[in-house]
């Protein structure tokens, strides 16, 4: 795992800084990245379904831009966000809302993350285990002191968006 409910017909709206929030942190690209191999540190997440997220590599790019996301063995999908020009650090809560999960129907899960200048932070979603393949919307958010400034929803299928996904990932499906 690397890591919820808004109107279908928001479901591509993206929002940042609602409620007068100061925006500190702007959105730099959403997408799916195709499967790969996991590997990255697990550290301990209490706030997730799993009680841990996995340290990725940053760098990885997104393979497809899409907001359509199938429910797909290994496919990651989330956002990259990045601080405001001006802004030098930032204590944010990554947050990812779903339609209920596993056994405890888990809905909202979140981590803390520290958002550094001349940096970007991406935040992945990655379906291991059958329970995770949860089809509706889903929605990644950056929030500063609970209120989110960046929220970018995702909308997560069993077919649609398979067709597409699987010609950009044609070379890392087995």
């Given amino acids: 795992m690397r890591h919820r409910l808004i109107p279908a017909i928001l479901s591509l ?8 929030v100061a925006a500190d ?20 997440a209490p706030r997730t379904e799993a009680g841990h ?11 497809l831009l899409s907001r359509t996301v199938p429910t797909m063995d290994g496919l990651s999908f989330g956002f990259r966000t990045e601080l405001e020009p001006g802004v030098s650090l930032r204590d944010v809560t990554v947050v990812v809302t ?12 979140e981590w803390d993350d520290v958002l550094a200048a001349n ?8 379906f291991e285990e059958a ?14 002191d609970g209120q989110p400034v960046v929220t970018v929803p995702f909308e997560v299928t069993k077919t649609d968006g398979r067709n597409e996904v699987e010609r950009a990932c044609f070379q890392f499906l087995s």
């Fill in 119 to 126: 940096d970007t932070s991406l935040n992945l979603f990655t």
């Fill in 13 to 20: 709206a993206v929002t940042a800084s609602p409620g007068g």
């Fill in 98 to 109: 779903h339609p209920p999960m596993g056994a405890a129907e888990v809905v909202r899960e």
């Fill in 131 to 144: 329970y995770e393949k949860v089809p509706g919307i889903w929605t990644f958010a950056i929030e500063i």
């Fill in 25 to 44: 942190v702007r959105l730099v690209e959403a997408g799916i990245i195709c499967p790969r191999e996991s590997s990255g540190e697990l550290v301990p």
């Fill in 53 to 63: 997220i996995r340290l990725i590599d940053e760098s990885l790019g997104f393979d």
